[in-house]
């Protein structure tokens, strides 16, 4: 078992953990507006005009899938993941800020703010970090 976490974790690098990590979370988020009876939809409405919002969580949850997956892949090739998972957080953070201006939602705004700091500025700065930006521990020689 351990020696399948360390190939997992080495096959996977820095970039493709960030990746996997988002891309589970994006596809348990849009799960739980699937598996709710009855999910809340209040400041959402720009987004409900124009379909279920189960079909707004499968957004979360196919961007998700690609995430993911998209871990596995070398980097430089791992860049549909990173926009993947860029697209589900806009979208809904865009739907919120929408609500809030117009009045319908006043806590859309804060919503929108922590859609634009925790999800999509983490997915930017993870985008951006090389896979080996600092250098790996290397112990002294006893003298």
Not at 49 to 70: F, K, Y
Not at 94 to 123: E, K, Q
Not at 128 to 138: F, G, Q
Request: hydrophobic fraction near 45%; include cysteine.
């Amino acid at each position: 078992m351990r020696a399948a976490a360390r190939r997992l974790r080495k096959r996977l690098g820095r970039r493709g953990a960030v990746l996997a990590l988002l891309g589970t979370g994006k596809v348990c988020y849009g799960a739980g507006y699937l598996l709710t009876p009855q999910p809340e939809v209040r400041g959402l409405e720009l987004l409900t005009t124009h379909g279920d919002i189960r079909c707004w969580a499968m957004v979360w949850v196919v961007c998700g899938a690609i995430t993911a997956s998209s871990g596995l892949m070398r980097i430089g090739r791992d860049r549909w993941g990173f926009i993947a998972a860029l697209v589900p957080p806009f979208v809904w953070g865009g739907a919120f800020l929408w609500a809030s201006v117009m009045g319908d939602f006043p806590r859309g705004l804060a919503i929108f703010g922590w859609y634009g700091c925790s999800h999509i500025g983490l997915i930017l700065w993870a985008a951006s970090v090389p896979e080996y930006a600092v250098p790996h521990y290397t112990p002294r020689e006893k003298p």
